[in-house]
């Protein structure tokens, strides 16, 4: 199986000359920052998981891959190679996961990162496939207020419709984590609803679009995901998490993978928090 992330480097001048001609408003910064992380998460997947055999980096274009990269057996993926010409630029996450199954020459089952996402202890394939089937965790939700549950009942009610199933009272919510992905179970979305996935999709994010979890919940729905099984997965918010305990879950890991939640900080607290994280996963790594 493959790994694929999705990366952004909001420092980038390019990039922000970029979004900044398409939107018409500067970035907001903490939503497209750059933590200085992806080396770890790409180390994490090496240490961690040696059952993966390639790994993809999704970018914007060649002023986003880091200087790193080219010395590492990291495949750059472009959004021009996988996204068609009509939605560029486009500066949504929720847009660019509706195309990451055309990356060329993908397994069909792969694991899509947020670069949020880090390994942190040692993982089995069984993990996240099951008899070809994807193994994450689902809970079922009533209400969807707020733009990201918005979108998770959007994703729901896809699912249900490429699946020929009526819309429900609840929706589904995959766990928030690394996604295990089937390939061929999303070219059959998009051959069943492609239209209304590509009407979903936008440069910025908006109530109407539809997220990644569509792919996960036509899986659940079609009996092809492991309900009873979830991912271990440590969500840490840096809004109510400190610096020691986010270095702690790093270092000593209680689970197998710890998700890095940006919030808003001031620049002193941002830096403070950064160079902590840094040297914790230095650390991790240097003693593996």
């Known amino acids: ?48 998981m040696p059952f993966i055999h390639n790994i993809f980096l999704v970018v914007s274009g060649e002023s986003q891959v880091p200087d790193w990269v080219p010395e590492s057996d990291v495949k750059v993926v472009y959004h021009r190679d996988i996204i068609p010409s009509k939605h560029l630029p486009v500066f949504n996450s929720t847009a660019i996961e509706m195309f990451l199954h055309r990356i060329p020459g993908l397994d069909e089952q792969y ?32 209400f969807h207020t707020g733009l990201y549950k918005q979108q998770t009942r959007n994703a729901d009610l896809l699912a249900r419709k490429a699946l020929g199933m009526g819309p429900g009272l609840l929706f589904v919510r995959p766990q928030h984590t690394c996604s295990p992905m089937l390939k061929s179970a999303c070219e ?29 919940d036509y899986l659940y729905y ?41 919030v808003k900080l001031s620049e002193s607290q941002y830096l403070e928090m950064r160079s902590r994280i840094l040297e914790a996963f230095d650390k991790k790594f240097n003693d593996e």
């Open 222 to 262: 079609g009996g092809r995901a492991v309900r009873n099984s979830s991912i271990s997965n440590q969500h840490l918010s840096l809004a109510v998490k400190t610096a020691d305990q986010v270095c702690d879950a790093i270092l000593h890991p209680r689970c197998s993978f710890v998700c890095i939640n940006d």
């Open 111 to 142: 694991i899509y990162f947020n670069d949020d996402m880090f390994p942190v202890r040692p993982t089995r394939e069984e993990e996240f496939f099951v008899d070809g089937k994807s193994a994450i965790g689902f809970r079922k939700h009533l």
């Open 1 to 48: 199986m493959d790994a694929v992330i999705t990366y952004v480097d909001g420092n980038d001048p390019l990039w922000r000359k970029s979004f900044a001609e398409a939107v018409g408003v500067p970035a907001i910064e903490k939503r497209y920052r750059d933590w200085g992380t992806l080396v770890y998460l790409v180390r994490g997947i090496r240490c961690y």
């Open 188 to 216: 059959e979305v998009f051959s069943r609803i492609g239209d209304e996935l590509e009407a979903s999709v936008s440069a910025l994010r908006e109530r109407y679009n539809v997220n990644q979890y569509v792919f996960l």
